[in-house]
Every structure is written in C-alpha cells, then in structure tokens.
C-alpha cells in the first residue's frame, strides 16, 4: 500500500500586510510551524479524512464535489486533481498540525499547499513549484472566493525568504537571507480575517477613486506617497487614511527588499523598517488593539529591536524581532498575559512517497 506524506509550514509577512491583494510586493518567511498530510492509497474509490487536531473527520467518493462551505479547503483542492486521479482511487488521510490557527501565519494557506502536494504526487502529475504554488492560490481564494491575495500559497510552497510581486507575471526572487530573533506573540484574542480584508478593499478602492478624480494619471504601483499623504491631511477621508497605509507599507517593502539584495541591511536598519511598517498599521489601518500594543511595548522593554502586526489585524499576533533576545522577550510576552513562540526560518513544502 503506497503512502504519501506532504507537509507545509506557516509563514511570517515580515513586509507587505495587505498589499498583496492589491498587485504590490511582499517578502515573507516559512516559519518551523507545519501542517503534514499523511495518506495512505488503496483502491476504494474513497476518501477518507481524520482532522486530528480539529477533532473532525470528513468522508467522500471519488468525483467531484460541490463545495459546501465558505472555507471547504479540502474538497476545493481536490476538485483540482480529481479527473487525473485514478478511477478507484481511495484513501485514509490524516491531517496534523503545530501552526496557530487565526494567528496571521497562515495556516489555511499551508493547508491547501500541504493537499495540493499530496493530490499531486497522488495524480503523479509532479507539477513544478510555481503550479502548485498557483494551484494552493486557485483552490483557496479563487475557487472559493476568499477576499486575500497569493502571498501566503507562495511563501508556503517556496518557504525560507521570499520577495514576490503579486501581479503578472509574478515575478519572485528567493532571498538569502537568514533571519534570527524570531518571536510571535499571541494576544489570545480572535480575529475576524475575510470580513475585515473585505472591508479594507472597499475602503482602499475608495481612496484610489478620489485620487483619480482629482488627477487621473494616480496609480497605485507607482505614484509618489507624499501625494496621498497631502490629499488625505486636506481631507482626513477614511479612504484615503487606508490608501496611505498601503503606499506607506508598499515602500517599505521595496525599500527592504532593494537592501537585502545589496546585502546592506543590518539589524537595525531592519528593525527600523519592520517598527515603520507598524506605524502604518497602527495609525492608519487602525488594525492594533490596545492589547497588542501593550504587549509589544513589553517585547521592547524586553529587548525586542522591532514589533509589528502580523496578519489582518484586530487580534491575533504580532513579530518581534529580538535577536539574541528571544527567551527574555517570550518570557515577558507571557508574564504580559499573551503567550509566545520562538520560531525560525523554515523549508517550503516538501513531499514524499513511500
């Protein structure tokens, strides 16, 4: 009986929160949190799921499904490889994970990349890194209609440091870097993801037809942020304060992404960028609850050199970069009434057959 065992890891947004949906750039790292899909294949004609940590099993044939609910990953992704999977295929899988769920590091993008390796070694069509990169996309925001962008399937799947435009062609570039200090902390409050991507869209969308309506030629990739920063303290319009935010945020990332390829960036001017890329989310998207802010204040006070939101905001968890610091910065994050997590830089999705 063959046996196919695909695992993915998490991902940290070290810049570019937000702005992948709207066709700017991203740098991300995996992070050592990984889900694993475990199946063995027989010849049922059926599929067979134990959630284990969800304490949730699902079962059906071998055809293509209706999806059934807003976040039916596994079904959605299957859906993809169905017609090349063998007639009578069948299979008992089992789905393990250490990846915090609604924490910002993604675990249901790791999730559809670990069933996209796994459906794919079980097709034998072995796709190539960027397919199914694509594939994890396709399945979990376009098929399903979730409001995110590509980010999270692509860090997923390349894993360790990654730049990535988030338009055509998508152009990505592996990064050398290695990034020490990594801590998450968790503020223990749930977040709310797809209503909020939803309705910061609605209001950026808002600010970029203002700054048309006063000069046509605006465009997001490429117009100057001052223009948008003046606009907005004329006007204080809430469109435009989440416009700036994402300009804001979108230089940031080129700025880091230009200095890590010069191999000019030192830690500080690291933690420079990720405590500005803050700011943004802080004072702009006004994504920051009170809780997290006191939290990062101790991570500082800790000796954390730069802290900053992860994921969509209010709630969730924040980065704090603390090189040399990790333990110290854990520790006060949990004596602060959060919890913590010492992480590092981790592979991309890796998939074996036994």
């Given amino acids: ?48 799921f ?20 807003k976040r039916d990953y596994i079904r959605s992704v299957f859906n993809l490889f169905q017609e ?21 590091i993604s675990s249901s993008s790791a999730f559809c990349s670990a069933l996209v390796g796994f459906f794919d070694k079980a097709a034998n069509l072995n796709l190539k890194t960027n397919e199914l990169a694509w594939n994890a996309y396709l ?48 503020t223990l409050t749930k977040k709310e993801t797809l209503q909020t991507i939803r309705r910061r869209k609605e209001e950026i969308y808002l ?33 435009l304060q989440k416009l700036v935010a994402i300009m804001g945020i979108r230089d940031i990332v080129r700025s880091g992404y230009h200095k890590m390829k010069n191999h000019v960036l030192k830690t500080e001017g690291f933690a420079d960028l990720i405590n500005r890329h803050h700011h943004f989310q802080q004072n702009y998207f006004e994504n920051v609850t009170q809780k997290m802010q006191d939290l990062i204040q101790i991570a500082r006070n800790a000796g954390s050199l730069g802290c900053k939101l992860l994921g969509s905001g209010n709630g969730g968890s924040f980065l704090a970069y603390s090189p040399g610091k990790e333990i110290e910065v854990a520790k006060a994050i949990k004596d602060g009434g959060g919890e913590a997590y010492i992480l590092k830089q981790d592979r991309g999705l890796e998939v074996v057959q036994t």
Avoid: W
């Fill in 207 to 239: 600010g970029i037809r203002i700054m048309k309506e006063r000069d046509n030629s605006f465009d997001l990739k490429s117009s100057p942020f001052n223009d948008v920063l003046q606009v907005f303290q004329e006007s204080k319009d809430t469109g």
């Fill in 139 to 186: 399945a979990e925001v376009v098929n399903l209609g979730e409001p995110g962008g590509m980010m999270d399937q692509y860090a997923s799947v390349f894993g360790e440091m990654l730049y990535l435009e988030c338009r055509e062609p998508y152009n990505l570039e592996r990064l050398s870097s290695k990034l020490q200090g990594i801590v998450i902390g968790d």
């Fill in 50 to 69: 134990d959630l284990v940590d969800l304490q949730e099993k699902l079962h059906f044939k071998n055809e293509k499904q209706l999806l059934k609910e």
């Fill in 1 to 48: 009986m063959k046996e196919i065992i695909s695992s993915s890891p998490g991902r940290v947004c070290l810049f570019g929160e937000d702005v992948d949906y709207m066709n700017l750039e991203v740098i991300t790292i995996a992070i050592n949190q990984r889900i694993e899909v475990k199946g063995e294949i027989n010849n049922s004609g059926s599929i067979y």
């Fill in 84 to 104: 090349h999977l063998p007639k009578d295929f069948g299979a008992n899988i089992k789905v393990t994970s250490d990846i915090l769920i609604g924490k910002g």
